[in-house]
């Protein structure tokens, strides 16, 4: 099957004001429809930079990305991002948040009632109803995120890319939100692409972990396959030879090839 | 809102009237009352109607903390004023400005000619006034400061020449205004256009490039049209600032219009002043300080819970 998108001898440097700084040099990658695809590395490593290369809210200085045999020129709600600071505007409603990006997307084609129905269905899936006529500001953290992935979900997009979308939350929080994206995605089959610092959930929610190596000019430095059942459960996994196996081998790449001089 | 502080709220307003016996003995010896009351109330076992009596006391000690300082500080003021009448000729004391505001007040809206009108007419005609020169001044610099915040060219050109024009009085545009309109009243209004474009320019261009980048971004992501850029996004993060900047106007154009109508004469506040200074009515004079003064904190006060309305939490 061919690859919903290709990554290809992609390098990025940003000009910095002590000169060139080079964040990403000779990434390769294919992404399969379907897959999801947690990119993981130590901080400053170029995680975020690859991803805002697939949403193409930056352009690569090297190489090209490929998205459904299109190049990557800009960001479009084909590559719907779910942000880490969840990037809700706090002037609309939680509902009027999610129906921005449904009414961007279906406008043109469906009724006023269809777009609203999308809007209802995706912050059900999310299991937000009780709040969406509410502000972002008047919700907690977990729940803001929440409605953030319905956003993004409810404009049926090509890959979902997400930055570190659990980072912020507290540990049970983000558990609860883990196994809402698990049952999302077994739900829509979508493709994802996340960024994540944590072991767990790089094993819990994936089907590939892409480890990075250490910046300057990072690359790939391992892939794992992670093959486990779906859908998955927390709780049977903790034992699980391979799920150990797994985490093992990140752990091992983190901390003894990349480990980080002065961290 | 934890119930404590519910039931607090609701003693400071609702059971306010049951509470004037033990606000009173409050006043006369703040110290040593409430300190008895703790004595009393902190053994007792019972604790559910304990609790709600402490909330109730909570409650008046609260209302009675936020008034009897502002209180305290108005009779300083008069007791000030009252010896500084004894001991001078001319300046009346607080009683006769009193009885003069009853009668200015019992007529606000006489008119015998253009020289001799009620006090609300004077209040009204320089609210005009500035409300004509402020409108101008916002359509015009909101649009300019939108321009300015977006693009870097133009804010490079004109800030130099907005931090030139910015520190003069607008009182020295009045004679170009009165050279410019020939009348003394478009002549006024011009002064307050002045002096209320600056903060709207700065303001709401400072407001446009302060809109974070993750807005920017999710817009990108959305691909939004620049309609829905602007309305949905701009417009709203930028609302606080322009906000701020027309509070600032506003504030400044008050003080500014009693000068201007001081200079150009006709129906105002200012002007008021002025034709009583000549009439050496001090008493409304000193009236008029004290009018001017609770117009330009209602505007104020207006202008922040307007503010208020349009404020986010961004967390």
Redesign the interface.
Known sequence: MKPLVQIEHVGMQFDTKKGPFVALSDVNLQIREGEVVSLIGHSGCGKSTLLNLI?G?TLPTDGALICNGREIA????E???V?Q?H?L????TCFDNVY??VE?VFGGKESKAKLRERTQAAIEMVHMAHAASK?P?EVSGGMKQRIGIARAFA?EPKILLMDEPFGALDALTRAALQDELIGVMQKTGATVVMVTHDVDEAVLLSDRVVMLTNGPAATIGEILEVNLAKPRNRLSLADDAEYIRCRQAILEFLYQKQLKKAA | MSTASLASELGSVRDLPICAQPAQTVTSHPSTSAETMQTIHTPSPTAVPNARRTALRDGTQRVLRAVIPPILGFALLILIWELVSMKTKGIPGPLVVWHAAVALFSDPFYSNGPNDQGIGWNILSSLKRVAIGFGFAAAVGIPMGFLIGRFQFLNKALDPLISLLRPVSPLAWLPIGLLVFKKADPAATWTIFICSIWPMILNTAQGVQRVPQDYMNVARVLNLSEWKIITKILFPSVLPYMLTGIRLSIGTAWLVIVAAEMLTGGVGIGFWVWDEWNNLKVEHIIIAIFVIGIVGLLLEQLLIQLAKRFSYENA
Not at chain 1, 74 to 77: H, I, Q, V, W
Not at chain 1, 89 to 92: A, E, G, M, R, V
């Open positions: 949403a809210l800009g960001p479009g709600p590559r719907a991002v942000f600071n990037s505007l706090p002037w609309l921005l990006g961007r502000h500001g404009m």
